[in-house]
């Protein structure tokens, strides 16, 4: 079953049934990227859910990093002011 045939369904949802179904996709994707992301009482199960977390690699972008960016937000800016301005 493809996303497009099962979308018109997903809006019919109502929005508990909407969060119940982003909860479910979440632990699936976690499951199938070897990660287990429920937790019980158990202090054991949680330790390993932050090693797991500490492990991953995220990468953060920022447009502050990248001087490129900064210079177009600025020029952005700038121009938006004049025209504020006018």
Do not use: Y
Not at 28 to 34: C, I, L, T
Not at 48 to 74: G, R
Request: aromatic share 2%.
């Amino acid at each position: 079953m493809s996303l497009q045939e099962i979308l018109p369904t997903i809006n019919q949802l109502s929005h508990q049934d909407k969060l119940r179904l982003i909860h479910f996709l979440l632990l699936e994707v976690a499951r199938e990227d070897g990660c287990t992301l429920e937790l019980n009482d158990d202090e054991v199960t949680k330790q390993a859910l932050l090693k797991q977390l500490t492990s991953t690699e995220a990468v953060v972008w920022s447009p502050q990093a990248d001087s490129a960016s900064v210079q177009a937000l600025s020029d952005l800016l700038a121009e938006a002011q004049s025209i504020a301005n006018a």
